[in-house]
């Protein structure tokens, strides 16, 4: 059988991983009374028997090319979880993207024969009315939707959206998500739900004149493609 590396399966904490790492066993499939392969959704630290398949998903190097943006635990993380040595071990490496595919085999070595694109895609949009707006949001707005990290730039998107609305914009800016940079989408027109479910996004997307997505890096941009399922535009930096 194939086994999926899913957060919070036995033995697979992020201390039990990191020493799984580091000392080269227990072997994961040991840990889950076998497996023929094992798919890892995005690179961890791992420990894997050298007869036991491996597919890795890689989604960027963003880690490698802005490691800034990342804190020292995560920038750790990484290079416990040694991100280009799993990729070199892996039988199959898959990308969302033509594009990092691309960019990681030439980074990276990797042979252009062990990789396949796969991407994720979006759910089509549900038929019937969308439910009722949250309350606070009011139309016209305009909608991010993402973690509040640095490689998503919320700060350009601040400014931008201030310059914006001295310049005559009157839409609000509805904001989506959390993390650790959520003070700096604050501000006047400004509209911060704070993390959403399913029901939430669907009331939103529909109804936005955009999504907005000025980041830095991003390995597929997901929620500009389930804005456009919706037949609604997006505005995103120049990658």
Known sequence: GVWVLEPGAAGTGRGAAASMALAGRPFLEEL??????????????????PRTGLVLTVHDRSWEERPADFTPYERLWHRVARPRALAG?????????????????????????????APPGVAAPASGPAPPLPDGVREPFLLWVGALEPRKAPGVLAEAFARARADGLRAQLVVVGAGRLAGVLTGPGIHALGPADDATLAALLPRALAVVAPSHGEGYGLAPLEGLAHGVPAIVSDL
């Open 89 to 117: 071990r892996a039988d199959r490496v898959l990308f969302d993207t033509v594009a990092v595919r691309d960019d990681v085999v030439a980074a990276w070595g990797l042979a252009l024969e062990r990789t396949r694109i």
């Open 32 to 49: 889950v009374g076998g497996a023929a392969a094992v798919w890892a959704p995005a690179p961890r630290p791992l420990a894997i028997g």
